[in-house]
């Protein structure tokens, strides 16, 4: 392990410290959504703070290249969690396995985090996201309640293909969007979600965004990647007040190539 996780003056010996690992990998994989479809880059290196992106563009000769690059900044995420003293006392004087629910719960919470800063970015620092990335295409959806989830999908698959933008298509909406989509559709004995999926599309809900919100992309390294300069760890911080402080971190950015591969509901 690098020396900057200090695991070795923590209070927990290498068999707590997999364990911690593990109850935060199971807590950000049952949470993470983006990065079920958005593939990955690196890791590049937790000293990294930029990486950089081409403007492809088709100059004379029919020959492809670029026109300068501009560089996406990685961004620290983190969630601390404390353990007091006496509760690593109850846990080893009673030899019970360590209580690993606040990991867990850190570890959501940071993944929730991940996933809003890939959807929305943030617009205070420049920060681009799939919901606001320049370029993007747009659909004005028809009510979904009455049940034009399926011709709506449609007509967004026609215009990704029109801009080459091929299969896998991913649906990403907001719980809200989904619970209309898991209704039967009209006479049928069908869920509209189970009639878009045999599109080809697969559909994905995330806590993380906001009533109403969602978007269908065109999943592809060369469209989109998220760039991971450290990837979920566990570190330990302090002992104050004999209380001991942890610190789950990551470090990573998104990196938009092609936004016409992205299509935000409206």
Known sequence: MADYLSRGDSPFSTEKWADIDDAVVNAAKSTLIGR????LYGPVGPGTFVVAKDKLVEGEGNIVGSSGKTFIPLNTLYRDFIYPWRDIEYFEENNLPLDLSRVS???RLLSLEEDKLLFYGDSERGIEGIL????RQEYTTGDWEEGSAYDDVTKILSLLRSKNMLDPYVLVVSPDIYAELNKVYKDTPYLDSERIEKLGVKIYSSPALKENDGFMVSVSKDHMDLAIGQ???TTFLETTDMNHYFRIMEILGLRVKNAESIVTLK
């Open 132 to 135: 606001n990335a320049e370029g």
């Open 36 to 39: 079920k479809f958005i593939p």
């Open 105 to 107: 719960y850190a570890a």
């Open 231 to 233: 990837d979920i760890i």
